[in-house]
């Protein structure tokens, strides 16, 4: 009756201060008892690897993988690995959903890289072990902060993630927003299936998906009996930011015209 659990989640509500703690103890040593993982002799503090971008250099080659690909049974601990932890990702580790979304891509044909990438992973989670997310009270106003990664996986490909949270009521224009920070009530993490042309593509491509994300939360929203102003929705590139407000004009790129216009009409 004080609903502490929730399909596997652990609720921890302080009404005084009006915020709500949400976590899942013991999930990530049951996942890591299960797929036989060892605990690290050393701790990971990062769930994924990180790529030092070369400045100054002409060329920007795409990953590629030559290792050799992992047997049927290998195969299976990949999956095993990526479908315990989705669950835990969407529910209060958002951190390692790019890993989740790199790894699943390889999952069809895993290499010996890929299962160096779930064990990183799966050591990140033996360090962090009980991940908590933390809500305070807001004026249930939606937020969406958006970014991508540009040509990091394989085949050249992007992803694009989006940060959804709830926020206060943002001042009106020409004002910029500035709300307190919120738990994430929706973290967006996918591959962008075309191959960008170039980087600020890749964040329009992110805008337009988080932006059609958001109608859907909206939606909801509006059904509960919270009206929804204009989302905002921030991204830290100004060429994207321009292009959706109509501020530039751009003569050579046919595949904005096909694909992204869409924001603009839904600029309101």
């Not at 990438?117 to 937020?143: E, K, Q």
């Not at 992110?206 to 059904?223: P, Y």
Request: proline letters at 8%; glycine letters at 6%.
């Amino acid at each position: 009756m004080d609903g502490k659990d929730y399909c596997g989640l652990s609720i921890y509500w302080n009404y005084p201060k009006r915020c709500v703690d949400i976590s899942m103890p013991g999930f990530t040593s049951k996942t890591r008892e299960q797929l036989k993982h060892k605990s690290p002799s050393k701790a990971q503090h990062v769930p994924h690897k990180w790529n030092k971008p070369a400045y100054g250099q002409k060329a920007q080659l795409a990953p590629i993988d030559t290792s050799p690909l992992l047997s049927k049974e290998e195969m299976k601990y990949v999956q095993k690995c990526v479908g315990a932890l989705l669950y835990y990702a969407r529910a209060v580790e958002p951190c390692i959903l790019p890993a989740i979304n790199e790894i699943s891509g390889q999952q069809a044909a895993p290499t010996e890289q890929t299962m160096e990438a779930c064990t990183m992973l799966l050591d990140y989670v033996a360090t962090y072990p009980d991940a908590i997310i933390h809500y305070h009270a807001s004026d249930m106003v939606l937020h969406v902060d958006s970014d991508v990664a540009y040509l990091v996986l394989l085949n050249t490909c992007s992803h694009y993630a989006g940060h959804f949270f709830l926020g206060d009521t943002p001042p009106p224009p020409p004002a910029k927003p500035a709300t307190k920070p919120n738990g994430p009530i929706l973290t967006k993490c996918k591959t962008i299936r075309g191959v960008m042309a170039s980087a600020v593509e890749t964040e329009t491509g992110g805008v337009f998906g988080n932006a059609q994300d958001a109608i859907v939360v909206c939606i909801a929203l509006l059904a509960l009996g919270h009206k929804q102003p204009a989302t905002p929705i921030k991204t830290d590139n100004l060429i994207c930011n321009s292009f959706v407000h109509s501020n530039i004009r751009q003569r050579r790129s046919k595949t904005w015209d096909m694909r992204w216009n869409w924001l603009r009409h839904k600029d309101t």
